[in-house]
């Protein structure tokens, strides 16, 4: 679905907001990442990493480069730290 989405999106330049719960996926397939919490935008990234982000078609779901793992693990990181602040 996500290469789906990545073609027509190449071929039709629309705008699209997608809902997802995976942060890989997040970053893979947006140029804007936003991490709703308690109804409240909490994080706004920008992915500005050119496309494809794909590594290569013999492994379509190792999508990186380092710059994405990092943008990711940033994501990550700041949710993880979210949750242990409410954990105490």
Do not use: C, Y
Not at 8 to 14: C, G, K, N, P
Not at 46 to 61: D, S
């Amino acid at each position: 679905m996500q290469r789906l989405l990545e073609r027509v999106w190449s071929d039709q330049a629309f705008t699209a907001i997608l809902v997802t719960h995976d942060v890989s996926e997040a970053v893979a397939l947006a140029d804007r990442v936003l991490v709703i919490e308690q109804g409240r935008i909490a994080h706004d990234v920008e992915i500005n990493i050119a496309r494809p982000r794909r590594r290569g078609i013999a492994r379509p779901r190792r999508r990186g480069s380092a710059d994405l793992a990092a943008i990711e693990g940033s994501i990550l990181q700041e949710l993880l730290k979210e949750d242990r602040s409410t954990d105490a």
